[in-house]
């Protein structure tokens, strides 16, 4: 069920008693927040996935209307404020963690990774060639997080150190189809790819 306005009040800024805080308490607030920016923002992309999903099965039954991932923008533009591009981009990546990358979605609605740092996650991994080795690369990736099932500790390695061990990863698996990638990875729409911020 989605929170109604009045129990996130609790969590204003200008309520906290900062002043009480110790620097370690600031440290482990700022971590909490942290965490809970993270289960938001899959929160989002959960709904974001929702909608999409059911206005393609609008678009099933009626040729003349708009196409449903044109609908699902329309209809997130005013809500979410953001450009088209950028739910564009959220859209896909929400599609991606939920269809293909379901170990890399587990540590963002968990609040172990944020939206950012699965982003780049997708858009390493879709510059593969082959699909069947997504899990595969994935798997491997979330291993060298070290993010374990028995762990909850929030990932603290930066996105960009993220995004060079996937592409690492990538290389290895596919070392053959370099060029490929590189074409792959140029000629990616708006709308697909690492967000940006």
Known sequence: MIEPREAVAGHDPARLDLAGLDDASLIDALGAARRQAAVYEARQLTLMGELYRRRRSEDRDDVRVVGG?????TELQP??????????????????????LPRTWGLLAAGRIDEYTASVIVSELDKLTDDTLVPVVEAK????LGTGAD???????PPAQVGR???VLVAET??????E?????VRRPCGAGVRHR
């Open 79 to 100: 809500v979410l404020a953001q450009s088209r591009c950028r739910l564009g981009s959220r859209l896909h990546l929400a599609e991606t963690l939920h269809m293909r």
């Open 165 to 167: 061990w996937a592409r």
């Open 174 to 179: 596919e070392p053959d189809r370099h060029e």
């Open 141 to 144: 990736l979330v291993d060298r």
């Open 69 to 73: 991932r044109s609908q699902t923008l």
């Open 181 to 185: 990638r590189f074409r792959k990875g």
């Open 151 to 157: 762990q909850t500790e929030p990932v603290r390695v």
